[in-house]
């Protein structure tokens, strides 16, 4: 059996941009992705702080320090400059896996999408 498990998340990122007319995905500063663990293309889950949307997409990695966060096609609508996030990935596993211990990695972002030590 398998158990969805919250393998990592970046906590209070700030949309930098929103962009409307590209394909869709959700843009993060490659630092964050590293950090956090989570792949170029891979789905996440977003939860918009200031307005309680949530969302699925996929991510794609941003110039690395540069705090880009853009919601991108779509997902443009689910948010504005300025809005708080929380990204959230997920990965399925066995119990055996969970009984060896299990802690999911939590990436804290300031203001301008640094990482909080």
Do not use: W
């Amino acid at each position: 059996m398998f158990r969805l498990m919250l393998r990592s998340k970046i906590h209070g990122a700030t949309v930098t941009d929103a962009n409307l007319e590209y394909e869709g995905s959700l843009t993060l500063d490659e630092e964050l992705l590293d950090e956090a663990g989570i792949l170029p293309y891979e789905q996440v889950m977003v939860s918009n702080l200031n307005n309680g949307e949530r969302f699925e997409t996929y991510v794609i990695p941003g110039k690395k320090r540069s705090g880009v966060v853009c919601l991108n096609g779509p997902t443009a609508r689910k948010g504005v400059v300025g809005d708080r996030i929380i990204v959230f990935c997920y990965e399925a596993f066995t119990d055996e896996e969970l009984i060896k211990g299990f802690t999911p990695k939590i990436v804290r972002a300031d203001e301008k999408n640094r990482i909080i030590r």
